[in-house]
């Protein structure tokens, strides 16, 4: 698509969306998110030819929340390769990202790398392998996104922990079941830090670049995955990413994507693009209310669908 026409649609599309402002929820389970203006919307497209095409609030910083999970899922397998599937499945839940029910009953395994247990998990095998994982994370990502500016926003991940009673007992519940190595206060603290990192737009669709390029990143030529470890997390993504809403997104948008409470979600169009789009207020599911629809206009005006 010529670079003219890609510049046109975001910023049509944005202004498509924006009568939607108003009619979501920010996230206000922490006083450090509730605090967001609620009016902006972002969107970036990075393609796998280095191109990037902005719109709207597309380089303001948000926090990243649950889209951090696919980094240390990176993190993981890029370490741990097959052997991390031991601790954990690769199954939509079908339950809330926080439910211990499903947990217990599964005895301390949990479904999939994306809700929170699933997560803790990750951020445990993380834990184990590198001597200071919020630095190594931190660094892992200025290195994926190209900019060495990316920084904890350290007064969200103080108000996480502060709020993270349930995260607590799911770690404990599944260090009763053996399934649970290191100190629990040390892996939240580092799980809080992560969610707590802070990105723009582009940023993350720089970031996830690798996702559609076979596990290249477009902008470093660095091989960060395989190509069957970035279709395995493409999958988990496009099964799982979107807390409840994974179906649905699916049925509308019909890419790989993930989700966060601050707003924003990452999609993958494999073999071309990465986007990002963001907008604070969220709908009954959790995921941009604005930022849904946004995502489910550019797919159906560019055939994107990989369904």
């Known amino acids: 698509m010529p670079e003219h026409n890609m510049q046109a649609l975001l910023e049509s599309i944005l202004d498509e969306v924006r009568p939607l402002i108003g009619l979501g929820k920010v996230a206000d389970y922490i006083p450090a998110l509730a605090d967001v203006p609620a009016q902006q919307l972002g969107i970036a497209v990075y393609g796998n030819d280095g191109s990037s095409y902005c719109a709207g609030d597309a380089h303001t910083l948000f926090s990243v929340q649950s ?81 060495p500016q990316i920084l904890v926003n350290s007064v969200v991940a103080e108000s996480e922990a502060q709020h993270g009673a349930r995260n607590a007992a799911m770690a404990y519940l599944m260090k009763s079941f053996g399934n649970f ?53 493409n999958s988990i993504m496009a099964t799982s990413g979107l807390y409840d809403e994974a179906g649905n997104f699916a049925y509308r948008v019909g890419l790989p994507g993930k989700s966060g409470v601050g707003g924003g979600i990452l999609a993958v169009v494999p073999g071309q693009f990465t986007v990002c789009v963001w907008s604070p207020e969220l709908n009954a599911a959790g995921n941009s209310l604005a930022g849904m629809k946004a995502l489910e206009l550019l797919s159906e005006r560019i055939g994107w669908s990989v369904f």
């Open 67 to 147: 889209i951090s999970k696919v980094f240390s899922l990176v993190q993981a397998i890029d370490h741990g390769g097959e052997s991390i599937w031991e601790r954990l499945g690769h199954e939509p839940s079908g339950q809330p990202f926080n439910s211990m029910v499903q947990l217990e009953f599964e005895r301390g395994r949990p479904r999939n790398p994306f809700i929170n247990a699933g997560a803790l998990v990750i951020c445990d095998i993380n834990q184990s392998r590198f001597a200071v994982p919020i630095l190594s994370m931190r660094d892992f990502v200025r290195r994926l996104s190209g900019n």
């Open 181 to 233: 190595h290191n100190d629990v206060d040390a892996v939240l603290h580092s799980y809080f830090n992560y969610c707590a990192l802070q990105m723009s737009c582009l940023d993350l669709a720089k970031a996830f670049c690798f996702l559609a390029n076979e596990g290249v990143c477009t902008h470093s030529g660095e091989q960060i995955l395989t190509a069957r470890q970035t279709k395995q997390v």
